[in-house]
């Protein structure tokens, strides 16, 4: 495999505008199968999210009619064990994971990178002790710690968040450690160094830039399991307070009345379930987009 | 070798120790009086009980003094009572970990069981209507949460079919068929996720290995491709397949705290959401501790596997 990178979308890439990047970014991405799902499925929960007030048919906490009902015209999805309608509570449960996705490996990032950063900068003995500060982290099962954390500070979606964040840090501080390993010994930041720039300008101006496509790549991947632990941490009693909607909580609710009403464990569950596939998949087509030595594989 | 264990011990100490550092400081951030909660609401305004409980639970010494006293106590094999039944965490610990145990163990057989085959098929006929079965099955049991999976199985298979008792524990001791009843579910729902990775594992790393020069040699010498697959190329394939595994120890801990509790089986897991709901710290510490003590070793033993399988690791 001698030439393998399109030169036209190399120059495209080179030479373009932000829009005309996006657009070589997204039909990379649409290469892999299924993105194209992960895509659709992502914009519409984002614009559920966003417009929950607007298209929900009821108001998703006040009970609207009798309970248990079966789905039918005036209540697509049926009504919960309080006569609320299904389909408004999921819409505004969209709203919910995005917050907890969102929020959680932001706040994920955000620690993680600085730590990643600060130890494959300096490494020696500044990377032994925050590195293990992170093998501490990542030794307790995820789930277990967040049910640990979210128990120490409290019912509630900021708390569930911020334990969500807590261990997810472990896998932005490893990544982008590994990643400024290699750049520190790149020439360009050598010749920073030289021109007297101080060590968080290197790390910020430098090295952050070159390692942020694979903490694009991992934060999608990451959403997706961030949801999946704010519902499981809902499903035992530890995420959003009632009578606000979370996925994770009507399904804790709805379970106990499977066999009068089996569609109200099923709609939640299977929201979940689709935008952390279409999450998934997303996150496999942007792995493909960005890592050059995948996308030349996949061609080949 | 022996070097090799010498230097993943040193590395393995201080992470036990800033481990225990992790736990008690879970403590430290719970809302209200650890002395409140071992009183109980009836003797809250009894002000010489209240600082006697303080005294007894060493909550009146600074931290670093009770860190000290409480990892002395969990080096002894003292990890307190519970809150709620006053008896030893240690032996409720002891008394629920076999159920958690034969969970992970079903969970894990039923994985490998449906995955190694599975995944060889995919990656010796690509595009076949096995290795699309096993894609699709791969991509939704990462995406599937245990709890909904768990859901969906009892009311296939207890509500509808009535095949399988919906929830509920039977010993091993009252016989093996009934607790393989009461467990196949649970484990069924436990082992999805890491049915699916195990899966895309083996299926990658044996196409990764079936290109080798090693297996081109082999097919130059006339050899069938069953015995390649057999002698030669799945030993080395399924390598990073173990390493695979062995992590996702924690995983399975994690999610047996759901599954156990939908499934209401009496395990360490269950456990945990109990003491949540309870707020029960002292149970809950001792949970945690030992999930990520359990999960240490795993890893440890993960690491030894990987080095005694490849030698390369233990001398780099």
């Known amino acids: 495999m001698v030439q393998t990178v399109d030169p036209a979308v190399r120059q495209g890439w080179r030479q373009g505008t932000r829009g005309k990047r996006l657009s070589i970014l997204l039909s990379r991405v649409l290469r892999t199968r299924g993105a194209g799902f992960g895509i659709v499925v992502v914009a519409v929960v984002l614009a559920a999210a966003a417009t929950a007030t607007f298209i929900s048919p009821y108001d998703p906490n006040v009970p609207q009619a009798d309970i248990l009902q079966p789905p039918s015209l005036r209540f697509i999805l049926g009504t919960d064990h309080l006569g609320r309608d299904v389909l408004s509570r999921i819409i505004y449960g969209a709203r919910i994971a995005v917050l907890a996705g969102v929020v959680s ?48 500070l409290g019912q509630g979606l900021i708390n569930a968040m911020i334990a969500i964040g807590v261990v997810f840090t472990p896998a932005f501080a490893r990544l982008v450690r590994g990643q400024a390993l290699s750049v520190r010994e790149c020439d360009f930041v050598t010749a920073a160094r030289v021109l007297g720039a101080v060590p968080i300008r290197i790390m910020l101006v430098h090295i952050l830039p070159n390692v942020l496509a694979p903490i694009i790549v991992q934060s999608s991947l990451m959403v997706a399991q961030a949801i999946l632990a704010e519902a499981s941490l809902s499903f035992l009693g530890l995420g959003i307070e009632p009578p606000n909607a979370s996925w994770g909580s009507m399904l804790r609710s709805a379970y106990q009345y499977m066999e009068q009403a089996p569609q109200l464990s099923f709609f939640p569950g299977v929201a979940i379930f689709v935008t952390v596939l279409g999450l998934n998949m997303l996150g496999d087509g942007l792995r493909v987009a960005l890592d050059p030595r995948l996308r030349e594989r996949g061609r080949s | 070798m022996t070097q090799y264990l010498l230097r993943r011990l040193t590395y393995f100490i201080p992470v036990i120790f800033l481990v225990t550092v992790v736990v008690f400081c879970i403590t430290l951030l719970l809302p209200g009086d650890p002395a409140l909660a071992f009183l109980g609401e009836g003797n809250i305004n009894d002000k010489v009980a209240y600082e006697a409980m303080r005294k007894e639970l060493g909550l009146d010494q600074p931290v670093p003094v009770q860190y000290a006293k409480w990892l002395s106590r969990v080096v002894q094999g003292d990890l307190g009572r519970s809150v709620r039944t006053h008896e030893p965490v240690l032996e409720a610990l002891g008394a629920r970990l076999p159920v958690t145990l034969g969970l992970a163990t079903m969970a894990l057989g039923i994985a490998l069981l449906i995955a190694i085959p599975i995944g060889i098929i995919s990656a010796t006929r690509p595009n076949s209507k096995i290795d699309s079965i096993g894609t699709v099955v791969a991509i939704g049991g990462v995406a599937i ?69 090693y297996i081109v040699t082999a097919r130059a010498k006339g050899l069938a491709e069953k015995v390649i697959i057999s002698s030669h190329a799945l030993k080395n394939a399924l390598i990073p397949v173990a390493t695979v595994i062995g992590l996702q120890v924690g995983r399975l801990f994690g999610g047996a705290v759901v599954v156990e509790t939908i499934f209401a089986l009496p395990g360490m897991g269950r456990l945990a959401a109990d003491s949540i709901f309870f707020r029960d710290f002292p149970m809950l510490q001792g949970v945690v501790l030992i999930m990520a003590v359990a999960v240490l070793i795993c890893n440890l033993l993960t690491d030894l596997l990987y080095a005694y399988l490849d030698p390369r690791i233990r001398y780099s």
């Open chain 1, 105 to 152: 490996v932001g706040f994920a990032i955000t620690i993680g990178v600085t730590i990643g950063l600060m130890a494959g900068y300096w490494g020696g003995w500044v990377d032994d002790v925050l590195m293990r500060l992170v093998d501490t982290i990542s030794s307790f099962p995820v789930l277990v710690l967040a049910l640990a954390i979210a128990f120490s």
């Open chain 2, 145 to 213: 949460p245990e709890f909904w999976l768990g859901i969906l199985l009892i009311y296939l298979f207890a509500v509808w079919l009535h095949w399988l008792p919906p929830s509920g524990y039977t010993p091993p001791s009252a016989g093996i068929w009934p607790y393989l009843r009461s467990m196949i579910l649970p484990a069924v729902s436990l082992g999805m996720a890491l049915n699916a990775v195990t899966m895309r594992q083996t299926r990658s790393s044996l196409i990764e290995v079936m290109q080798q020069e």
